[in-house]
């Protein structure tokens, strides 16, 4: 993209749709592939819309339903933070571990809610968490702890504990796409795309920053990344590892016929 610059436009308006402002944004592209440039693109305009939105109207985010989403299930704006890594650093965080069938599971927590949940020596095993952890149990991590003795019991919970997931608007966005996947059901990454740039307002959304999102999800099997496939089936991409992603999937019922590793 040698020196290109992408400008975007914002309009802050009201529930109405009347225009009362208007900024615009540069932001350089300089060194970057033409694929880059186009998911920078999408995930720079993506992120101050649902900003936007989210700070001016809503106190949740709404993502459209579809047939293979259902609506319900979404993180509260309070239980909603930007990435800020200072403030990750110096916050008290809790912790607890949980023996699985799966393997053994770090769970951490901060005073808001469920901060992480991680199979032991994942990949971006509690990357974010400070060094310092108090090993305690709270409320969060209780009720995350009861999740998980009924979900491994092969049923689907019908709670979920506090979540407090750490993450910009736009991986935000993904996550509460994910909360909405039903219980033994998969979607795919494009699928996810789709959804969202509809509700962005966008022509279209790269599926490759969808699955970046996903990937980062630090809150596995509750935020069930595990559900999401490539568009031609494969199970790819699990920060837990495709057995995992496989037994998980199986001990949903979900329909494996058109998946492969």
Request: charged content about 25%; some cysteine; aromatic content about 8%.
């Amino acid at each position: 993209c040698g020196d290109a610059v992408l400008t975007i436009r914002e309009d802050g308006g009201d529930l109405d749709g009347r225009v009362k402002s208007s900024t615009e944004t540069e932001i350089s592209l300089r060194g970057q592939e033409p694929e880059q440039a186009i998911r920078a693109a999408d995930a720079a305009k993506f992120n101050r819309t649902v900003t936007l939105l989210c700070q001016s109207y809503f106190s949740i985010f709404y993502i459209r339903p579809a047939a293979r989403f259902r609506k319900g299930k979404t993180i509260s704006r309070k239980q909603k933070t930007e990435e800020k890594p200072m403030a990750n650093n110096t916050a008290a965080v809790f912790t607890r571990h949980y023996d699985s069938p799966m393997g053994r599971i770090l769970l951490a927590a901060d005073e808001i809610g469920l901060r992480g949940l991680w199979f032991d020596g994942q990949k971006y095993f509690a990357r974010d968490l400070p060094e310092k952890r108090i090993e305690q149990e709270t409320h969060a991590l209780a009720e995350a702890r009861r999740w998980l003795d009924v979900y491994f019991t092969g049923k689907e919970p019908d709670f979920l504990p506090p979540l407090h997931p750490i993450g910009s608007a736009f991986r935000q966005a993904v996550w509460t796409m994910l909360l909405q996947i039903p219980y033994g059901h998969t979607t795919t990454y494009g699928e996810i795309a789709r959804h969202l740039a509809g509700t962005a307002g966008l022509s279209r959304m790269s599926a490759q920053a969808v699955g970046g999102a996903v990937g980062h999800n630090e809150i596995s099997i509750i935020i069930p990344c595990h559900r999401v496939v490539g568009t031609s089936g494969s199970l790819t991409g699990y920060a837990g590892g495709i057995e995992r992603k496989v037994k998980l999937l199986e001990l949903e019922r979900a329909d494996m016929t058109h998946l492969f590793a």
